[in-house]
């Protein structure tokens, strides 16, 4: 979520005003997110289901990425 701050007026008192852009269309993975992951399925996952982790990466959020990538740091991968 993206927050702006605007200013009412320079003369009067100046109070913040919050607009939060709301978007349907969640951010995708950074490409250091993507090879993040990519080593880490390597490194973890057995040969015979890697494949289908790896297939999910191109469309990964970068939500979901965060999210995966903290469950292999702390040894909680599915």
């Given amino acids: 979520m993206t927050t702006k701050t605007a200013l009412a007026s ?13 978007t349907d269309e969640a951010e995708m993975a950074t490409s250091h997110q993507k090879r993040a ?15 289908g982790y790896l297939s999910q990466i ?7 990425a965060a999210d995966w990538i903290l469950e292999f740091t702390m040894g909680k991968w599915r």
Wanted: proline share 3%; net charge negative.
């Fill in 58 to 64: 191109q469309e990964i959020t970068k939500s979901e």
């Fill in 10 to 22: 320079f003369e009067s008192p100046r109070h913040g005003y919050f607009f939060t852009e709301d």
């Fill in 37 to 51: 992951l990519t080593d880490l399925i390597f490194q973890n996952i057995e040969e015979d289901k890697r494949d």
